[in-house]
């Protein structure tokens, strides 16, 4: 690390949090906290639901699963199949409601759908799940700020949770998204950087050495065996009803399209993010591509990493290998994308903390002062800052990429999530006892596999598995049943916008699939 590297890191924290300052000047109260005053246009909300899945965890757990982990490889591409199929499933079926629903927190729907009862059940398993996420991001950040700045990986974490909690709590949602745009400009660009360096040191774009990594080339994976986890139709299926919940049902990300002028708008922020995340995701998996024939020609520097949680192979590179300047760059890169990331998060569980929690059990706390109200919601979102660095804390070290570790807790929790909601839609006869019945049943389900099968049943199965359960239990208890009183049907699938922009999503992952095909034919010849 050079004077240059620490002035382009030093500057890159500066910028970010005197947006933030900026933007607070502007809030009035917890609606222009939370929701930016329901005002932002359909493209920066689209690229802040980039930027908030392009964290740290993508520049470096995705190039360590496919270079280093075993069972790993190019098969983490299929994974994008299901992007665009789950934007398309949300315009028609959960946007809807959210824009007619007029709260700042989604889980309002199923209090009025179904009960006080599930919608608190459903908050405390938002709360669990996105505060453990949250954990995830901000380890893996400090996995590359602890090797490249040479300290302590707790010296790390600490860092970066006390800039993110000083950025976040003054800026709201609007902070968040407008500086997640430039944040996701930063990553992308370091990622691009690393591209380059790989390609210069490699002397082009090598003839993958497939003698050197049996299985890391396989792009379209349809056979069982030691990599069914990561097989084509686990994560076809899996992958499906997790985005589907993650975009759709988690408060962190569904938050943003609450923020939109209008439903148009908000359609917009989907079609953006289900076409422009696959080229961002290709570009970290070209970057664990190029990395694999790398590590087979610098045996020296594939030595240094032998031991090592393969989390630690991107940091180290960056280090040994990305010159002065550049380091400087990719580090501010990382940083800034686990500021994107947890900005959202921290915002979301504050404002679910606020709206379905503490006005639920202190019903009197919506009389304070706007003032109070933003002050309470800043304080939330400082406490969460400190669960987040806890979940880190005990997380840190396990064995695992930090990819898997984020998928992982997303897949016991989403399935059932989702399901609750589409029963909500689509099921009238369903009531607040058999919802809940299959909600915990299903999650029950998940925990069971997570616990006792986790070695024969791929984690992508939990959302099929929790999705299917809750679903199955809930239509059980309510044969028969009358439909709920004044019920109608929110979902838009005769809107000729919302028809287009299915067809448009559609095309897309079919253009994807063609895509990874022709990948798989271009390195079966090599």
Same mark, same amino acid.
């Given at each position: 690390m050079t004077i240059l590297d620490w002035i382009i890191i030093a500057a890159t924290v500066v910028l970010v949090i005197y947006i933030g300052y900026r933007l607070s000047r502007r809030q009035r109260d917890e609606i222009d906290y939370f929701l930016a005053g329901r005002r932002i246009r359909g493209w920066p909300i689209g690229l802040s639901l980039l930027a908030n899945q392009v964290s740290a965890i993508s520049l470096v757990g995705a190039p360590a699963f496919i270079a280093v982990k075993t069972g790993g490889g190019l098969r983490w591409l299929q994974y994008e199949l299901a992007v665009p199929l789950a934007m398309a499933a949300i315009i028609v079926f959960l946007l809807p409601l959210y824009r007619r629903s007029n709260s700042i927190s989604i889980y309002h729907y199923l209090e009025k759908r179904f009960g006080r009862t599930l919608r608190l059940m459903v908050t405390v398993f938002f709360l669990l799940s996105r505060s453990l996420g949250s954990g995830v991001v901000l380890l893996a950040t400090a996995y590359v700020i602890s090797v490249c700045l040479d300290i302590s990986l707790l010296g790390s974490l600490v860092a970066i949770a006390l800039v993110t909690l000083v950025y976040t709590t003054m800026g709201g949602i609007m902070a968040d998204i407008y500086t997640d745009i430039i944040q996701l400009a930063i990553l992308w660009t370091s990622a691009l950087i690393c591209v380059i360096i790989l390609v210069r040191m490699l002397g082009g774009i090598p003839a993958p050495?497939?003698?050197?990594?049996?299985?890391?080339?396989?792009?379209?994976?349809?056979?069982?065996?030691?990599?069914?986890?990561?097989?084509?139709?686990?994560?076809?299926?899996?992958?499906?009803? *997790?985005? !589907?919940?993650?975009?759709?049902?988690?408060?962190? @990300?569904?938050?943003? /399209? %609450?923020? +939109?002028?209008?439903?148009?708008?908000?359609?917009?922020?989907?079609?953006?993010?289900?076409?422009?995340?696959?080229?961002?995701?290709?570009?970290?998996?070209?970057?664990?591509?190029?990395?694999?024939?790398?590590?087979?020609?610098?045996?020296?520097?594939?030595?240094?990493?032998?031991?090592?949680?393969?989390?630690?192979?991107?940091?180290?590179?960056?280090?040994?290998?990305?010159?002065?300047?550049?380091?400087?760059?990719?580090?501010?890169?990382?940083?800034?994308?686990?500021?994107?990331?947890?900005?959202?998060?921290?915002?979301?569980?504050?404002?679910?903390?606020?709206?379905?929690?503490? *006005?639920? !059990?202190?019903?009197?706390?919506?009389?304070?002062? @706007?003032?109070?109200? /933003? %002050?309470? +919601?800043?304080?939330?979102?400082?406490?969460?800052?400190?669960?987040?660095?806890?979940?880190?804390?005990?997380?840190?070290?396990?064995?695992?990429?930090?990819?898997?570790?984020?998928?992982?807790?997303?897949?016991?929790?989403?399935?059932?999530?989702?399901?609750?909601?589409?029963?909500?839609?689509?099921?009238?006869q369903v009531k607040e006892r058999a919802a809940l019945s299959g909600l915990l049943a299903g999650f029950g389900a998940n925990i069971y596999l997570w616990a006792f099968q986790s070695s024969t049943v791929s984690w992508l199965w939990w959302n099929v598995a929790g999705f299917g359960i809750t679903s199955a239990v809930a239509l059980a208890l309510s044969h028969g049943g009358t439909p709920v009183p004044g019920y109608k049907p929110t979902f838009s699938a005769g809107l000729a916008k919302d028809r287009q922009a299915v067809l448009v999503m559609a095309v897309w992952s079919a253009l994807i699939m063609s895509l990874l095909l022709a990948l798989q034919i271009i390195l079966s010849d090599r």
């Open positions: 050495l497939i003698s050197s990594a049996p299985g890391r080339y396989a792009v379209i994976v349809t056979s069982g065996g030691a990599g069914s986890t990561f097989s084509f139709w686990p994560m076809l299926l899996g992958g499906f009803f *997790l985005y !589907l919940s993650y975009y759709g049902c988690d408060q962190s @990300q569904a938050q943003r /399209l %609450l923020t +939109s002028a209008d439903h148009g708008q908000a359609r917009q922020a989907l079609l953006i993010n289900g076409l422009l995340r696959f080229p961002i995701v290709a570009t970290y998996c070209l970057i664990g591509f190029l990395m694999i024939p790398f590590l087979a020609s610098r045996p020296a520097f594939a030595a240094q990493i032998v031991g090592l949680p393969p989390d630690y192979i991107m940091p180290h590179f960056f280090r040994s290998f990305v010159p002065s300047g550049f380091l400087g760059f990719v580090i501010a890169g990382i940083f800034a994308a686990s500021l994107s990331s947890l900005d959202s998060a921290l915002n979301s569980l504050s404002a679910v903390s606020w709206n379905d929690v503490l *006005l639920k !059990l202190k019903p009197g706390l919506n009389n304070l002062q @706007q003032r109070k109200k /933003l %002050l309470v +919601s800043r304080l939330l979102t400082f406490l969460w800052g400190g669960t987040a660095f806890l979940a880190a804390w005990a997380m840190a070290d396990s064995g695992e990429t930090v990819i898997e570790i984020v998928n992982k807790i997303g897949s016991a929790f989403y399935g059932p999530i989702a399901a609750v909601f589409m029963i909500g839609i689509l099921a009238p």
